[in-house]
């Protein structure tokens, strides 16, 4: 059964997934290794995992027996993308403030 897709909001919108994450930024693990720092079955964190990696928070890559899981910047750059662009609509409308406070104190004094 595919998995549903998700936008970056609703993949880190899991407190298990950005506990992975926050693993991943000391170091690659194994999915063995990080399945043991959950109290939830190895079929689920693979599951949150799969999520991570379709979303571009993570890579997989094999090495041997094992699968090694890396956090990736694709994610994060989504992410980054849409608060920049919110920074920048607070950013102009706090300019347009200042300029009007700054018009409104300047034609006080001139009075």
Not at 27 to 56: C, M, W, Y
Not at 65 to 88: A, N, P, V
């Amino acid at each position: 059964m595919p998995l549903p897709t998700l936008d970056v909001f609703q993949v880190i919108a899991d407190k298990n997934r950005r506990e992975i994450l926050h693993l991943l930024t000391k170091e690659s693990l194994t999915i063995n290794h990080l399945a043991d720092n959950f109290p939830i079955s190895r079929p689920a964190v693979s599951k949150h995992i799969k999520i991570l990696q379709e979303a571009g928070f993570i890579s997989i890559r094999d090495q041997g027996r094992e699968r090694y899981c890396t956090i990736q910047k694709e994610g994060f750059d989504r992410l980054r993308e849409w608060i920049q662009y919110f920074d920048s609509f607070w950013a102009a409308k706090f300019a347009k403030l200042e300029s009007i406070l700054n018009n409104t104190k300047n034609n006080q004094h001139g009075k």
